[in-house]
């Protein structure tokens, strides 16, 4: 195989992997993590707590969420700067919808970096409504005492 080949060949498959990426979560200005892992990571390194939405291609409800609520720029800010969102798919991501009890779509669910559910957020919300919830959230997230021991919030 010719170099200029393989070169070509590594576009392609750089480019595929982008394009599954891109179509993978949704696009609308949030900080979105590609899978749990990478989220978790990212919480635990920053402190922040995991913002997981839970949608499917099927899902009315949750385009309508992703389009609306979580576009909108106030909400995108507050998300970013508090956050880590994670945007997963229940189909794709069975075993860990299995495991938090997710029963219907959309579902939010706030975890602090030690995995502490935060918050259960079922069904659309408008951006208001959500803000409080994360918000409260937030909140108890900086009152859960670390998984060391320590008593200190943080």
Known sequence: MTGAKRLWIGMLIVGLC???AVAAAPQNGLNWQKDIFAGHKES???GKPMLLVFGADWCVFCKKLEQTT??????????N???VPVHLDLDREKQVASILEIKSLPCTVVL???ADVLARIEGYAKAPAL???LAAAKKMQEGVAPASGSTTPR
């Open 18 to 20: 982008t394009a599954a």
């Open 44 to 46: 635990t390194r920053t």
């Open 70 to 79: 979580l576009a909108e720029p106030e909400m995108v800010k507050y998300i």
């Open 81 to 83: 700067e508090n956050f």
């Open 112 to 114: 602090s970096p030690d």
């Open 131 to 133: 803000y409080k919830q």
